[in-house]
């Protein structure tokens, strides 16, 4: 029966150790967080449009080719099959999107994800992997740098570096692995545990009437809770529905309402916001209601930084230094015109006849299918070249 384990394959660099719960840092290394993180819905709301606008990208292969007859060169796209397919489908469970979407939440939360390659017998990429390791630490063998994965199963495997593309955020103390967002988190996340708890607790408690009964007479400890449990049977349960209580004279009773604490909606909010400033969002964002220049502005504070992140580790680990000075590299782009007004897609039309963007690029800011002409530039033909001396 074949076995359908991600990693399954590799069976000859695992090793078993003892699975345990890692409290402090020791080492050249860094911990995942153990994943009750995710479990909040503030964090999750937080990084939800990163992750779903990261794995929008398209990677392209582009090389450029020096033409002998032209003497010219020109720029191809997707030139070579294998690469072409990596890029759309990295392995066989899932497609660039949803590895991306998931090497993304990775990054979120531990600030450091991984990207496994696999290679053919003459070096070139075959397969890609996202590896969601608990916990991983830099080994050298024979002077060159490996990384050592701990996995929840408690296997181990160990990698090349040169055959992982590592991303990386708040790349700050440690020479490799980001710095963790756990520290600055965690306080965070205990105020808002603690508050919702409160509320909860409060919900839980408003519904509950308490009674105090003041006897005129002297009475015996089993005779007080006897007397507690007729008054209780008799006017508390939800089947006496007549709404009155009759008592005599020898009883006083009384009704006590708990004065819960419930917490301040204020500082609820101050520390949601810390949170959303952590992540690098806002409230528009989480909740889908930004105009136009509010979302380029998150674009360019926190997705754009990762396309060019990504494009440059694709790029140097999938291709060798040689084919990298033949132009090849891989590009990962995106139309950040998708949230844009309709006046401002329709202005693409200057854009258009001036060689900028083909007719296909244009349609897809409007989600419309391409044309067989599409991919064609058009210049005015009133527009010349500015020579010397402006003639």
Known sequence: ?????????FKNQSQAVTKYKMVVEQGNGFYAWNGKVYQSDIVRACIRPKVKAIGKLVAKHLRNEYDKTTG??????????YMRFLLEEPNEYMTM?????????QLCLNNNAFILIMR???????????IPASQAEVKYINNEMYIKFYFNNGKAYTFPYSDLIHLRQDFNSNDVFGDSIIQALTPLMEVVTTTDQGIVNAIKNSSVIRWLLKFTSSLRPEDLKKQAQEFSANFLEVQNGTGVAAI?????????????????????????????SLFNTNEKIVQSKYTEDEYTAYYEAEIEPIVIELSGEFTRKLFTRKERSYGNK???TTFNLATASMQTKLQLVQLFDRGILNANEIREVFNLADIPTGDEYYVRLDTVPVKGGGE
């Open 1 to 9: 029966m074949r076995n359908i384990g991600l990693f399954s394959k």
């Open 72 to 81: 010219k060169t020109n720029l191809v796209v997707n030139p070579e099959p």
């Open 97 to 105: 999107q949803k590895m991306l979407e998931k090497v993304t939440t």
């Open 120 to 130: 053919d017998e003459n070096g070139y990429p075959t397969e890609l992997y996202p």
């Open 248 to 276: 005599d004279s020898k009883v006083d009773a009384t009704q006590v309402t708990p004065k819960d604490y419930v917490p301040n909606s204020a500082q609820m909010e101050k520390t949601v916001q810390r949170i959303y």
């Open 330 to 332: 891989i590009v990962f």
